[in-house]
T-cell receptor, first 113, second 115 residues
Framework: DQQVKQNSPSLSVQEGRISILNCDYTNSMFDYFLWYKKYPAEGPTFLISISSIKDKNEDGRFTVFLNKSAKHLSLHIVPSQPGDSAVYFCAASVGQAGTALIFGKGTTLSVSS | GAGVSQSPSNKVTEKGKDVELRCDPISGHTALYWYRQSLGQGLEFLIYFQGNSAPDKSGLPSDRFSAERTGGSVSTLTIQRTQQEDSAVYLC?????????????FGAGSRLTVL
């Protein structure tokens, strides 16, 4: 069973608009959530994280929102830029450093100019 | 080094052959992870090493897969008697033990194609 689910395989957005990527999880023991971005032929790169004790974390154009009661998190990118076009992975872990991350299948974001 | 280095970047092999994939983590990172990404799939956890502790092998799909980490640094993932379903991008990552979220730094991956 998938513990981290990204139900939208793809998303298309116009430049300057907001991109919202969604992620659902099933394990209530997860205490950290992370978003990674991946370009073709490169490894995933870390974007932003959030602790389960928070409901929002912001870093520049990127904001992650966490709704624990719904077991749902989302990544907002505002404003979207063509360079944001990539695959975005949601990941979660139980515990802090040293534990493996569990990833979703990813959402491919395409930002058109 | 400055980042996680993986070799080879591409490997084509025949079914039944053994392959070795190498990972050189970031200096000072105590934890090392192997994941794989099959076509259209997410990142599947395979194994992780943390310092001198016994590795967590819970993600290895079969006993044809093994990994070792020598001297707490370089790691080798070995796949014996490769099968076509082993074709995937194998990603290595490392992290250091600290507080907060466990941020993994990934290498560019080794693309394995089994004919």
């Amino acid at each position: 069973d998938q513990q981290v689910k990204q139900n939208s395989p793809s998303l298309s957005v116009q430049e300057g608009r907001i991109s919202i990527l969604n992620c659902d999880y099933t394990n209530s023991m997860f205490d950290y959530f992370l978003w990674y971005k991946k370009y073709p032929a490169e490894g995933p790169t870390f974007l932003i994280s959030i602790s389960s004790i928070k409901d929002k974390n912001e870093d520049g154009r990127f904001t992650v929102f966490l709704n624990k009661s719904a077991k749902h998190l989302s990544l907002h990118i505002v404003p979207s830029q063509p360079g944001d076009s990539a695959v975005y992975f949601c990941a979660a872990s139980v515990g802090q450093a040293g534990t493996a991350l569990i990833f979703g299948k990813g959402t491919t974001l395409s930002v058109s100019s | 080094g400055a980042g996680v280095s993986q070799s080879p970047s591409n490997k084509v092999t025949e079914k039944g052959k053994d392959v070795e994939l190498r990972c050189d983590p970031i200096s000072g990172h105590t934890a090392l992870y192997w994941y794989r990404q099959s076509l259209g799939q997410g990142l599947e956890f395979l194994i992780y090493f943390q310092g001198n502790s016994a590795p967590d092998k819970s993600g290895l799909p079969s006993d044809r897969f093994s990994a070792e980490r020598t001297g707490g640094s370089v790691s080798t993932l070995t796949i014996q008697r490769t099968q076509q379903e082993d074709s995937a991008v194998y990603l290595c990552a490392s992290s250091w033990q600290g507080t907060g979220a466990n941020v993994l730094t990934f290498g560019a991956g080794s693309r394995l194609t089994v004919l």
